[in-house]
């Protein structure tokens, strides 16, 4: 590591960003010297983040929208009024991507404004000349075709087939697809809207929001705590609301509400948890909206209504641990955010981290376990690769300049920052790091952080020794993944690897290997969705060969699998090998089928990877069926696949 790097500019951020964290618990040794990590560099991103157009010079702070959802030519007409905070320039500048510009009025005058030159990957600056004290900035506009941020969904695949389904993906750097707006996250503003849908719709905002159809489709939102643009959010369809605890309940369309709200009906808990562990939760309500099963991810905290895929309604609660997740960002996240995408971690490692505290809480800790040794699991595999092809990208702190954010939502900011917190958790003990995130959120909520700020905390939380043993700078600065890794072990994992063992043990042609390798009912019934992926995740690992396959098919039927977890677990294993299925008939159509309805990503790219890294004829059908389900993927899914498919032309 460069450590000249380092030392730079330090001083300057130092003597602002640190002050009580260390007050909360009594340390007896000197704390670690505060050097701040770093390089100079830092300081410019956050005056000029590299993900977005506008400035430091001028910034708004609270938006009104007033806009109109117009289904039949799948266009949003609005008007988005900024109130603009101090401005020490004169001029605006604004993000937008694919936009209809439609005009600018300064006060309600013309205003004097201009399109600056376009780039493929930031969309194009709205430039709006302030020559007075102006108040408000209006931009008309229209969103286009190109909106990548949009899903327009149309009636015939929801569940109900009655009307189409919208719902918008800000994150990272979307927003600016729907909405002009400074499209950073240093940027945080109040808002209204009026949104006028189809009548018979329900539509859905990060905001206060109705429970109940209007008569005439118009809908008010306000959300009076002030967020970063790729937060803003709107999702509008066919709806209906069941509530599932004081402050909390679901969306969900009519077919899905009840499954919905049985699978969910833990959420009260764990806002209690999470408040019992991180102090407030700051939102007033915490509802959740099920989108349609093309949602590119599991989820997305948008405040006061976190979106989910379908995917996760399984009948037996096994996988809300990403409710806990979407949860979890409610603080670490929404509260306190990453100053700019290079900061992603502090987004999501803190985020995974809280979620399996939370986990633990209300499932106990054998059930986080489990989860926190997928994450161990997941962050090896994703590792091997990524060392191979871009070791850059196993640092905790990015540098994204030229760079797609999506491409920094890897295994990294994730599962080595969860580990990262977890040994300085094990490092400092439970009840001096809780007392210190405690102390972290509330110190610094509705406000952003960089990485070396934390790290600032970090240093005056841990004694030098501490520091030392953790190794902060290589776990966040250095490659791959520090030797003292805490290494999760798990009890119910353990009966799981047994299993594989007892499987890869027999020789599949055996006459009687079908009952050797099957493991009784009266223990596998206990199993969550966790246990399984384990199990096929083990049988690939061990080296299973087709024989294996099928005889895991035969007694477990993983093919037929209701669970969208476990069967794409499941293909994803198959689909690199010869085996198709212990009922080759069922197994073709349950890939098409899986393929042509689910479209988040976390499934779906590793299938299609393992069909194209397959032999030809597997190669051929992954094409056939991405040529048939393309339409009906979000823009998201599209983007990547797309390139999937270019990489292995
Ligand atoms: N905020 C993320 C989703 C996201 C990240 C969207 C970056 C766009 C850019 C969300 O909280 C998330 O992490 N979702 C995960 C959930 C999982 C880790 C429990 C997902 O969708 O898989
Ligand atoms: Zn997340």
Redesign the pocket.
């Known amino acids: 590591m460069n450590r000249n790097l380092f030392l730079n500019l330090l001083l300057v951020i130092t003597s602002v960003a640190f002050t009580n964290c260390q007050n909360h618990t009594e340390v007896n040794a000197e704390p670690a010297e505060t050097i701040f990590y770093g390089d100079t560099s830092i300081r410019e991103e956050l005056f000029q983040d590299p993900h977005s157009f506008s400035t430091e010079a001028s910034v708004v702070k609270h938006l009104d929208w007033d806009a109109e959802v117009d289904f039949q030519d799948e266009v949003i007409r609005a008007t988005a009024t900024w109130t603009l905070e101090e401005s020490h320039s004169d001029t605006i500048i604004f993000d937008t991507k694919n936009l209809n510009i439609v005009g600018v009025t300064l006060d309600g005058k013309p205003a004097e404004w201009s399109l600056g030159q376009n780039d493929e990957l930031l969309g194009t600056p709205l430039i709006v000349a302030l020559p007075f004290e102006a108040q408000k900035v209006t931009i008309s506009y229209q969103t286009t075709d190109k909106a990548e941020a949009l899903q327009w969904y149309p009636a015939e695949l929801t569940q109900g087939k009655r009307m189409p389904f919208l719902f918008t993906?800000s994150?990272?750097i979307l927003a600016r697809t729907w909405v002009p707006c400074q499209d950073r996250p240093g940027v945080r503003f109040t808002y209204n809207a009026q949104v006028n849908v189809p009548k018979g719709m329900l539509a859905l905002m990060s905001a206060s929001n109705p429970t109940q159809k209007s008569e005439d489709g118009v809908y008010e939102f306000s959300m009076p705590q002030p967020i970063p643009s790729?937060l803003l959010a709107l999702g509008a369809g066919d709806l209906a609301f069941i509530e599932l605890g004081e402050r909390s309940g679901v969306y969900a369309e009519p077919e899905m509400v009840r499954n919905a709200a049985f699978e969910f009906s833990q959420t009260e808990a764990m806002i209690s948890r999470a408040e019992y562990l991180y102090g407030p939760y700051y939102w007033g309500r915490y509802d959740m909206l099920v989108l349609p099963p093309s949602f590119?991810?599991?989820?997305?905290?948008n405040p006061r209504l976190t979106f989910l895929?379908p995917t996760v309604i399984v009948g037996d609660m096994s996988l809300t641990?990403?409710i806990?997740?979407?949860l979890a960002?409610s603080w670490s996240?929404n509260l306190v955010t990453n100053a700019t995408w290079n900061d992603?971690w502090l987004?999501?490692g803190f985020?995974?981290y809280f979620?399996m505290r939370i986990m633990d809480a209300v499932y106990g800790p054998d059930f986080a376990d489990m989860l926190e040794a997928l994450s161990y699991d997941d962050l090896q595999r994703e590792l091997a690769v990524m060392l191979k092809e871009d070791p850059d990208a196993t640092r905790l702190k990015q540098d994204l300049k030229g760079r797609n954010?999506?491409d920094?939502?890897t295994a990294i900011a994730?599962d080595k920052g969860f580990h990262f917190l977890k040994l300085c958790e094990q490092t400092v003990g439970r009840e001096r790091w809780d007392a210190f995130l405690k102390g972290y959120f509330d110190e610094y909520r509705f406000k952003t952080r960089i990485t070396e700020e934390f790290l600032q905390e970090l240093a005056g939380l841990m004694t030098q020794e501490e520091w030392n043993s953790v190794g902060v700078e290589e776990w966040v600065y250095g490659k791959g993944l520090p030797v003292n890794c805490p290494f999760p072990a798990s009890n119910r994992f353990s009966i799981v690897d047994e299993a594989v063992k007892m499987l890869l043990g027999v020789s599949p042609d055996d006459p009687s290997a079908k009952s050797m390798a099957y493991l009784g009912q009266e223990v596998t019934i206990r199993w969550s969705t966790h246990e399984w992926l384990r199990y096929i995740r083990g049988l690939e690992a061990g080296g299973a060969i087709e024989g294996h396959y099928r005889l895991a098919d035969a007694n477990y039927g993983f093919t037929g699998s209701p669970n969208p977890e476990i069967v794409a677990a499941w293909y994803t294993a198959i689909l690199k090998t010869g085996f198709e299925g212990y009922d080759p008939e069922l197994y073709e159509e349950k890939v098409e089928s899986f393929l042509t309805t689910v479209g988040?990503?976390?499934f779906i790219v590793p299938m299609y990877t393992s069909m194209l890294e397959g032999d030809e004829k597997r190669q051929a059908w992954a094409k056939e069926i991405y040529t048939k389900a393309r339409a009906s993927y979000h823009p998201?899914s599209q983007q990547t696949l797309d390139q999937l498919f270019t990489e292995h032309e």
Not at 296 to 301: A, D, H, Q, R, V
């Open positions: 993906q994150q990272a790729y590119p991810f599991g989820g997305m905290e895929t641990s990403l806990a997740h979407e960002h996240g992603f987004n999501e985020t995974v979620e954010p999506d920094a939502v994730y988040r990503r976390k998201l």
